[in-house]
Each structure stands twice: as C-alpha cells, then as structure tokens.
C-alpha cells in the first residue's frame, strides 16, 4: 500500500470521503481488503503518537521557517505523517498480514501438559520423578535443570526428553525446546509423540514463526485420531485466513 492510499484512508477517517469511494480507490489501486488497511492505519497513527514520534517527524521533515514566518498547513503535517505510516510499514515486517496474525496465537491454542502422577515411594528412578514433582508444580525452570542433567549423565528416556523440552517451552524459550520434542516426534514408538508434535507447532507459535507452524500441521492432519486434531484445523484455518 502506498503513500497515496493511506492518504485516501486518512481522509475517509476524516469524514472527507465516503466508504463507497474510499472502496473505489482501493479497488483501483489494488488493494484487496480496505477494511483491514483502515484498521492497520489506525493502529499506525496510534504507534507514532505513543511512541512520540510525531514531535520527531515534524522536527525531521520539515522545512526552515519563511523569514515572512509562514505556517506550515496542517494538510503538510498529514502528508509527512502518512509517508512516516508508509515507511513504519516497510520497517516493521511484522504488521503486515502475517504480524497481524501472530499476537495471541500461542496463547490462543496453548496446552499445557499437566505432568505424570508422582509417586515417589513406588519409584525406582527417582530423579527422574524429583524433576516432574518439580514440572507439575509449573517449577519449569527447575524441571528443566533436573532433565538436563539426568540426560547429560546418560540416563534420560522419551519421559525425560518429553518434559525437558515441555519445561524449556513453558518458560517461553521455544527455540531451545524443538530439538528435544523435535526428537519425540519422529519417534512413533514413544507415548509423548503426539503431544510433541503439537508442542513443536506451539514452539513455532511462541517465536512467531507462522511458516514453520504450517509446516508441522500436516503430520497432525493427516491423522482424524489425533488427540490434537480439532485444535491442528482451527489453527490451519487462521493460519489461511
């Protein structure tokens, strides 16, 4: 979108043309759906002025003052401040159509995967069983420590990959948890597959990484009996919308 059509939307938010028109310049200039470009401008307008940009922009843009000290019109002040929109746009990728999908998302479909009974007087591993009274508690941190270390010394399991990677997602850190529940996931031999692959889609999620979420939908639709199904459509429906 450029310059000029964010203008023609500045003057519609202005009750300077009517909808009908605004849909008519749009439709010239290509632009498929006016309403969330209004919407978009709007969440711009506010951006700048949150953010005190708007003293900058005059301050950056304007021209030295006419000895006679003419005043620039407030008509050169919208201008300048629908380029400033324009270029905020290019800046920040993520308000386009894929950053205005990507904020709640996670939170939106997130699971949080309660644990396993602990027991610890009918267990035999017992630090293993130390860290999931830890991950239970929602300890994540701590969890995480515990099945890191149990695995550097050679004695993890799936359970231990499982909730290590679960405990490294829930305190956010997405990116360090893949490569474990990655691990799970190809295993379709573990109990903690399916969850994976689910994680492993709200891992891309939690980083904003919508492409690599669409790429890990197809392993869970290609399968009406997984747990996670309902919840793989209504994420791949958004992710097309």
């Known amino acids: 979108m450029n310059a000029e059509m964010i203008a023609h939307i500045e003057a519609y938010l202005d009750d300077q043309i009517t909808k009908t028109d605004l849909e008519k310049l749009a439709n010239e200039a290509g632009v498929p759906n006016i309403d969330e470009e209004i919407e978009w401008f709007r969440q711009s307008q506010l951006a700048i002025e949150t953010a005190g940009l708007r003293d900058q922009l005059t301050q950056a843009f304007a021209a030295p003052a006419p000895k006679q000290g003419i005043v620039r019109g407030l008509g050169s002040m919208r201008t300048i401040l629908a380029v400033a929109a324009s270029i905020l746009l290019l800046i920040l990728v993520y308000w386009g159509v894929e950053g205005r999908k990507a904020p709640g998302l996670y939170a939106q479909f997130e699971y949080t995967d309660p644990g396993l009974p602990v027991l610890m007087s009918q267990s035999k591993d017992h630090q293993l069983y130390d860290a999931l009274t830890y991950y239970s508690e929602a300890n994540y941190e701590v969890a ?14 799936d359970t231990t990959t499982y ?36 994680l492993l889609v709200l891992a891309a999620l939690q980083q904003d990484r919508l492409t690599e979420a669409r790429q890990l939908l197809p ?13 793989a459509t209504r994420l791949q429906q958004v992710l097309i919308e």
């Open 144 to 157: 995480a420590t515990k099945l890191e270390q149990l695995k550097a010394a050679g004695i993890g399991s």
């Open 219 to 231: 392993a869970i639709l290609t399968n009406q009996a997984h747990p996670f199904y309902e919840s």
């Open 163 to 198: 909730y290590w990677g679960a405990s490294l997602l829930y305190q956010g850190k997405g990116d360090a948890a893949s490569p474990a529940l990655q691990e799970i996931a190809r295993n379709p031999a573990s109990p903690f597959q399916a969850r994976a692959e689910w």
